[in-house]
């Protein structure tokens, strides 16, 4: 199953964001090659690389790295030059789609952006996807995953009333970018297949995330007021709360979407005379009543083991869950029922496990064929297989360090 | 001058009544150029018409907030997909389709599965196999059960659950992302397919790191507090004049040193006990007390253009009442309007994509519940208006 089989992906992204982007067309069967440089590798491999790095291959033992690009072929050419430059320009020739995500001025500095990669190939399709767009008096800013969750206002939608503003604990913006970035080339690319047109696409990742908190913006414009911050309850659903369960630091999340619910609820915790009790009804009953009402699961939920728990409430027709650490996931049941977690072996690092695509095709996901490569594995394969290098030319390349398989010390520590 | 279209002009979808998730994939397709019509129960409409806010009292079905968002530039047709007479007609609609999003909502049999062309989706909470697949799901369910939750919060506990929707918009995200990749394939020679698409799959783009980098090192998930993010920090967010709040990050040194020499504690940043982000996670209340300190003589919107002008990754972080006034966000015109059944329009952040040549619908109306049932089915089926009376009078007395 390779629906993308067709497509060739010149990919300048480098972190999460534009990885994650080009790993799910990689995963689908696209052919992307990822440019890195020895002068200007991937950060994702690491911030600064010293002889002492080097020497423990640090380069290529990063998990996140290792993870977001599987299935991609690995190039180096130092673009400050122009025998890089030049190269590079004669893949995206051949290529259907370009995504970046360096900062603003880099692509244009280098020679590469939009407008000059239209001369060797009108209809190719480019993104990009700095943090706050590339238009606009913010145009330019800069920020990280965190940042542009600040910039969205997103933490004025989470937390007590009486309480801060509340962030989440990934870099959100920079998945919530990635997969942003991933659908709208999709699209590039589709309408390219259809009628031959290329284009430029810009996402600016702030805006992005204004679309996960979504309901805020629209609250404020139709009431005046913005959503109150409600901790852990919920503006429908009733009860809605996380609860100490039995153990260390373990918790069970029940959401209550409906009376039906409700009853079931009660019942499941030994306690039908509360379904039957007028108060709470309904949604509006128990939300006037909640601190009771959480009394009391917080009271019964004490003594209860969460996941067990969780089961059973489920099976009683009621939404709950455990809360679980991400690092928990690998032995999850479910995920694992349906093929999620895939080990690959790679140079460096041995078998590790691998997420694979996050939904499937006709029951199957795309396959993982190949690991992350290592920097600069693909030189030969593609210079040579796709432009037609002769092993003399790959060799005067790799005399000129325009291209090779070692981040270089001093030039990666001063580009960073 | 014609105007530029879409680029899924062309493609029709349909979409069952559903979630969230489901709606607001259909919303990407919509926005895209692509014609969906969306398939609704009798009465109620789509489970989304009756989601807050509303802008009218008396509002369900037709001025729910997230219904005039979700369901702009879509088009409303009634059946009672639990009928004979009302499946076969959804059976046929979905035939003559590209594309069909099943959001999982009752319990009609299965929509288009002899169609050698369509894009079938089911989006669900936990997808069509799995021990969960029959569980029962919010997004702080599906957030609990994918790691997003356990690390917000006090260290002590409870975990905090984020408000909105937030999961549910992530899944709609990545069923269009399938759609999308299985049209391409089309377009080289494939047929059509099944997308099973999960929300917690989708969620899982944001913590699938936790088990990994758990099989590489042993690290495991903690929560260290609310806003103490660790490896970085700070990397957390502090109050300043009036109210207002600052988004810090500081992952360089040079980040650190700049961040401390804009607010006036260039000292403090020499502090040896402060040169990593490890020192500076273990000694938070001191970094924040003095962050906290100086920050106070201005209002974020000030520290936030002065850091950037220093190249600092600051943000304002915008309340909802300020959003949409933004000078920023304005000159991108990233507000669109949307319209209200009375002719109302209310602004709302419109879908962030920026295609040179091929445009996107940004804002519009949503339709009124069965506002097109007439319509399409005259249109995509032949069918007379007789007999549209006689099936619609008969899935409607069929859900009463």
Redesign the interface.
């Known amino acids: 199953m390779k629906p993308l089989r067709d497509i060739r992906v010149v990919d300048f992204t480098m972190g999460w964001s534009g990885p994650l982007a080009t790993r799910h067309l990689a995963d689908m069967g696209a052919e992307v090659i990822k440019v890195e440089a020895c002068q200007y590798a991937d950060w994702w491999r690491g911030w600064e690389h010293t002889e002492e790095t080097l020497a423990r291959m640090a380069h290529e033992t990063t998990a996140a790295f290792n993870l977001m690009n599987r299935n991609k072929l690995g190039i180096t050419l130092d673009l400050t030059r122009e025998k890089g430059r030049a190269l590079v320009l004669k893949l995206v020739a051949r290529a259907d789609a370009v995504i970046e995500n360096q900062a603003q001025p880099v692509m244009p500095k280098l020679g590469l952006g939009y407008s000059d990669l239209v001369k060797v190939n009108p209809a190719i399709v480019m993104l990009s996807m700095p943090g706050f767009g590339s238009t606009g008096p913010w145009a330019g800013y800069r920020g990280y995953g965190s940042t542009v969750e600040h910039g969205a206002g997103l933490p004025h939608l989470t937390g007590e009333s009486d309480g801060p503003p509340v962030q989440t604990h990934i870099a959100y913006g920079d998945a919530c970018g990635g997969f942003n970035a991933a659908a709208a080339l999709l699209v590039g690319i589709l309408h390219r297949k259809r009628t031959g047109e290329g284009q430029f696409i810009n996402l600016a990742q702030v805006e992005c995330m204004l679309q996960l908190g979504i309901h805020g913006p629209i609250h404020q414009a139709l009431t005046g007021e913005a959503p109150p911050r409600t901790g852990n309850r919920h503006p429908v659903h009733a009860p809605s709360g996380i609860y100490a369960c039995a153990g260390d630091d373990s918790w069970l999340t029940i959401a209550v979407t409906d009376d039906a619910e409700w009853r079931a609820l009660a019942g499941a915790i030994d306690r039908r005379d509360l379904a039957t009790d007028a108060r709470f009804a309904t949604a509006a009953g128990r939300r006037s009543c909640h601190d009771e009402i959480d009394a009391v699961i917080a009271d019964w939920a004490r003594s209860q083991d969460a996941r067990v728990t969780a089961d059973r409430l489920q099976a009683a027709g009621v939404p709950a869950a455990p809360v679980l650490r991400s690092d928990e996931l690998g032995g999850d049941p479910h995920l694992n029922g349906r093929g999620f977690w895939v080990e690959l072996e790679r140079a460096h690092v041995g078998r590790k496990p691998h997420s694979t695509s996050p939904y499937l095709i006709d029951g199957a996901r795309g396959a993982l064929e190949w690991p992350t490569p290592t920097i600069g594995e693909h030189n030969d394969a593609v210079l040579g297989g796709i432009l037609g290098l002769s092993e003399a030319e790959l060799r005067d390349l790799a005399d000129e360090n325009i291209i090779g398989t070692v981040p270089f010390v001093p030039k990666a520590a001063q580009r960073g | 001058m014609t105007q530029a279209r879409g680029?899924?002009d062309g493609y029709v979808v349909i979409e069952t009544a559903g979630t969230v998730a489901s709606a607001y994939c259909g919303a990407?397709l919509a926005a895209?150029g692509a014609e969906v019509i969306k398939i609704e129960p009798p009465v109620t409409g789509d489970p989304v018409r009756a989601?807050?806010?509303?802008?009218k009292a008396g509002a369900v079905p037709e001025n729910g907030?997230?219904h005039?968002?979700l369901n702009a530039n879509k088009r409303s047709i009634v059946l009672d997909l639990d009928t004979a007479d009302g499946h076969r007609a959804a059976e046929q609609l979905a035939a003559a389709a590209d594309v069909l999003v099943e959001g999982g909502s009752g319990n009609h049999e299965p929509l288009g599965t002899d169609s050698a062309h369509l894009v079938r989706t089911i989006l669900t909470w936990?997808?069509?196999?799995?021990?969960?697949r029959d569980?029962?799901?919010?997004d702080?369910?599906?957030q609990?059960?994918?790691?997003?939750?356990?690390?917000?919060?006090p260290e002590a506990?409870?975990?905090?659950?984020?408000?909105?929707?937030?999961a549910q918009?992530?899944a709609g995200?990545?069923?269009?992302?399938?759609i999308?990749?299985?049209?391409?394939?089309?377009?080289?020679g494939?047929r059509g397919?099944?997308?099973?698409?999960?929300v917690?799959?989708?969620e899982?783009?944001?913590?699938?790191?936790?088990?990994?980098?758990?099989?590489?090192?042993g690290?495991?998930?903690a929560?260290k507090g609310?806003?103490r993010?660790?490896p970085?920090y700070p990397?957390?967010?502090y109050?300043c004049a009036e109210g207002t709040?600052?988004?810090v990050?500081t992952?360089?040194p040079l980040q650190w040193y700049g961040a401390c020499d804009l607010i006036g504690a260039r000292d403090f940043a020499y502090d040896p006990r402060l040169q990593t982000s490890e020192g500076r996670n273990d000694l938070w209340q001191e970094v924040d007390a003095v962050f906290i300190r100086h920050l106070a003589a201005k209002r974020a919107e000030e520290w936030f253009h002065e850091g950037?002008a220093r190249?600092?990754?600051?943000?304002?972080?915008?309340?909802?009442?300020?959003?949409?006034g933004l000078?920023?966000?304005q000159?991108?015109e990233?507000?669109a309007d949307f319209r209200l059944p009375d002719g109302d329009t209310?602004?709302?952040?419109s879908?962030?994509?920026?295609?040179?040549?091929?445009p996107l619908r940004q804002g519009g109306a949503a339709p009124r519940l069965g506002a097109d049932t007439q319509a399409v089915l005259s249109e995509r089926l032949g069918m007379s208006d007789a007999d549209i009376v006689a099936l619609t009078t008969a899935t409607s007395r069929g859900a009463a």
Not at chain 2, 157 to 166: F, V
């Open positions: 680029a899924l990407l895209c989601l807050p806010p509303f802008a907030g997230m005039l968002f936990f997808g069509m196999t799995g021990p969960r569980w029962r799901a919010t702080a369910v599906i609990s059960l994918s790691g997003f939750i356990y690390p917000i919060g506990g409870p975990p905090i659950i984020p408000g909105g929707y937030q918009v992530t995200v990545t069923a269009f992302i399938a999308i990749t299985a049209l391409i394939g089309r377009e080289s494939d397919c099944t997308i099973d698409q999960s917690l799959e989708a899982l783009a944001y913590t699938e790191m936790g088990p990994v980098k758990h099989a590489y090192d690290e495991t998930s929560r609310i806003n993010f660790r970085t990397q957390t967010l109050p709040w600052l988004g990050t992952v360089t950037q190249r600092l990754p600051f943000a304002l972080v915008p309340t909802m009442a300020e959003l949409s000078d920023h966000f000159a991108r990233v507000f209310f602004q709302a952040p879908i962030p994509w920026k295609f040179a040549a091929t």
